[in-house]
């Protein structure tokens, strides 16, 4: 199983970024997939969630309105649009599989 994230980087407040995660060696299609944080000197914490079909999804309170996961089963990706961003979702972003299989992650830096 290999997840490699992208789309990370430094971004001003209310300011958008996308986040990719490919994924290979499973079956992509049948997967539950998610992505998490991880803020410096923090807990990781559950960002959003979608089941393998993507008709259902999850997020937490914090993210409501602002994040939508996605997911693309042809190119066996998963996507974060982050919108609005705030310095507070300064954080490394990981996507990990229903299995618990994890990415490296990536760095988003919201500030001024």
């Known amino acids: 199983v290999q997840l490699v994230e992208s789309g990370g980087g430094w971004v001003q407040p209310g300011g958008s970024l996308r986040l990719s995660c490919a994924a290979s060696?499973?079956?992509?299609?049948?997967?539950?997939m998610s992505w998490y944080r991880q803020p410096p000197g923090k807990e990781r914490e559950l960002v959003a969630s979608?089941?393998?079909?993507?008709?259902?999804?999850n997020y937490a309170d914090s993210v409501k309105g602002r994040f939508t996961i996605s997911r693309d089963n042809v190119r066996n990706t998963v996507y974060l649009q982050m919108n609005s961003l705030k310095p507070e979702d300064t954080a490394v972003y990981y996507c990990?599989?229903?299995?618990?299989?994890w990415g490296q992650g990536t760095q988003v830096t919201v500030s001024s």
């Open positions: 060696g499973f079956t992509f299609s049948r997967s539950g």
């Open positions: 979608i089941s393998s079909s993507g008709g259902s999804t």
């Open positions: 990990k599989t229903s299995r618990s299989f």
